[in-house]
């Protein structure tokens, strides 16, 4: 069974959503990263950018597959993680800390528990 923080909220595209302030910070699963396997590379192009909500935000790539990266809800993306530049393994070792991939401000932050997915909902899901 995966790990999943129950501070954090999800996406059915296995996306981990935590707020900051006014910005939100998002990764990947525990879950996702299992799947994918060793990650490789992460290729985000989208900073500064505004985006609506499951719009791709960039992509994954671990030895196999490639993936995408669906924006959890509307916002601009204001930070990348340039540590996954060097360290994209990052990603699987510790997908809920050092390995999250972007910050965003979100467009209307009433979005953030509205349009996500609790632990348990994300759990049942996965299950």
Do not use: R
């Not at 993680?81 to 467009?107: A, C, F, H, M, R």
């Amino acid at each position: 069974m995966s790990e999943l923080p129950k501070d954090l909220h999800y996406t059915l595209e296995h996306e981990w959503v935590k707020k900051e302030d006014d910005l939100i910070k998002i990764g990947i699963t525990d879950f996702a990263q299992g799947e994918l396997g060793d990650i490789v590379y992460v290729d985000i192009d989208t900073l500064d950018q505004e985006l609506e909500a499951g719009e791709v935000f960039g992509t994954v790539e671990a030895v196999k597959t490639v993936s995408d990266l669906f924006m959890p809800i509307a916002g601009t993306v204001v930070e990348i993680n340039e540590k996954l530049e060097d360290e994209p393994e990052l990603v699987n070792s510790d997908p809920y800390g050092e390995g999250w991939i972007i910050l965003v401000k979100p467009t209307d932050p009433q979005d953030f528990a509205s349009k996500l997915l609790t632990a348990e909902q994300y759990q049942s899901k996965i299950s």
